[in-house]
């Protein structure tokens, strides 16, 4: 049995949400090979509602899908430059409509059970796709969410009132194991002071960012996107230069600093690159916790009270301390095309065991094992969590707010994204958590 999540979010402020029972895949300087995901989009209709114009609906989706712009699959072979692609399971590129024996509702598990089932009955095996995307009319089954994703799975719901590309993208990024990203405000950049959660990071398409934004860095060493040449794991005190995390060139795009046992902070410059990353000039920090790269938080050592749209980058001279762990992080400058931020290690910094030191400052880190390929949703894990899923505990939450775990069959978490309102502005909103229980 594992817990599932489903969160109601609004227009106001976002929340982390409940963890994965899988342990976070662990990055040691490999390299993720070439992967092609295979998609399979498909259409449905509830027993007593149907989707409004169906031929429409599906020009839409194929465009959002696998459109040369704008789509799921130009964003990720822009994010990875290449190294993952999504691309239909087979000849059409969107299945259906077809009619699931079931009233409308919000019952993702009953929906996605009907569903796979329908698709067998068609010809389309479980074993033919990594992905199932089910697109379903919303008029009647009234969900308030802009789209579900699995955490390390393969499945997403997407209901067509909400339909937007920044929900396809985030959807799909939670199939890729990541949860949403948060911020972390720590006064004056005191990193052993308290710092408290804070909303979304806006720096991510998993932090409110929208599929105007990239992924961060330290997204992108979960699924193994940064070759070593591009990674720098800093293992003694120097000054390193950082080119743009995103788009095309060679250089440094990343350091991860040891804060102590398995908690990092990886150190990023973001420019505008193609279609990414227009609004998020300059350096960021974020705050690894227990080898979790899924689960990292921007650090944010500003009060919140500026409102430029990336007030929150790391100026020249500012700097992040940690004291009781001998690290320092400071911004030495920061420009359009590259930055160079001073590192400071001292001997509570440094990890047992840690990887091999970089061959100079600003340079390519030493290499590391072959490379294995990123782990692919495991096409067995479908939901299975039954209609009326036991509730098994709540855990608690930012401020009064909680969240509510249920059972279920699944091996992964499904969370909500956001509501139509917040998608209309393009992720840039923040959302804010209502508890929601199962129908």
């Known amino acids: 049995m594992q817990s599932t999540s489903r969160v109601r979010l609004s227009a106001l402020a976002c929340g982390v949400v409940l963890a994965s029972t899988a342990a976070p895949a662990a990055y040691a300087g490999e390299v993720a090979p070439a992967d092609r995901r295979t998609v399979q989009v498909v259409m449905v209709n509830f027993s007593d509602s149907a989707l409004a114009d169906a031929a429409k609906l599906e020009s839409t989706l194929e465009s959002a899908y696998y459109g040369k712009s704008g789509s799921l699959a130009s964003y990720y072979n822009e994010i990875t430059r290449g190294r993952t692609t999504f691309g239909p399971a087979g000849a059409d590129q969107v299945t259906g409509p077809l009619t ?7 019952d993702t598990g009953r929906i996605a059970d009907e569903t796979q089932k329908a698709l067998a009955a068609a010809g389309v095996a479980k074993d033919t796709y990594d992905h199932v995307s089910i697109v379903f009319p919303n008029e009647k089954a009234k ?4 789209g579900l994703g699995t955490v390390g799975g393969g499945k997403t719901w997407m209901p067509d009132e909400h339909f937007s590309i920044d929900a396809l993208v985030h959807e799909f990024g939670h199939n890729l194991g990541y949860h949403h990203q948060m911020r972390l405000r720590c006064p004056d950049g005191d990193l052993g002071a308290g710092c408290k959660e804070d909303g979304n990071s806006h720096k991510s398409v998993m932090g409110g960012g929208g599929s105007a934004a990239g992924l961060t860095a330290a997204e992108l060493i979960h699924n193994k996107w940064l070759t070593g040449g591009e990674l720098t794991d800093v293992t003694k005190s120097g000054t390193y230069t950082l080119r743009p995390l995103n788009g095309e060139g060679t250089g440094v795009r990343a350091l991860r600093i ?9 150190v990023e410059m973001r420019a505008k690159a193609g279609a990414l990353d227009g609004a998020l000039q300059g350096v960021h920090a974020y705050r690894v916790s227990r080898g979790d790269y899924t689960r990292s938080a921007l650090i944010d050592p500003t009060t919140g009270e500026a409102k430029a749209p990336d007030a929150d980058a790391l100026r020249a ?6 004291t009781a762990r001998e690290v320092s992080v400071k911004v030495v400058s920061s ?23 970089a061959s100079a400052p600003g340079g390519p880190a030493a290499p590391g094992p072959a490379p294995v390929a990123a782990a692919k949703p495991d096409r067995t894990a479908v939901s299975e969590a039954p209609a009326q899923a036991p509730e098994s505990g709540v855990r608690p939450h930012v401020g009064d707010e909680r969240l509510a775990e249920t059972g279920g069959d699944s091996s992964t978490v499904p969370l909500a994204l956001g509501g139509a309102a917040a998608l209309a502005l393009g992720g840039a909103a923040l959302f804010a958590l209502r508890r929601r229980r199962r129908p």
């Open 143 to 146: 969900c308030g969410f802009g």
């Open 100 to 106: 699931l024996p079931v009233a409308a509702s919000c």
């Open 258 to 266: 040891p804060l102590g046992g398995q908690d990092k902070i990886i």
């Open 335 to 357: 420009g359009k095309t590259q930055a160079t931020v001073a590192v400071r290690l001292g001997s509570g910094a440094a990890a047992p065991g840690g990887p091999a030191p």
């Open 317 to 322: 001279g500012t700097e992040l301390t940690d």
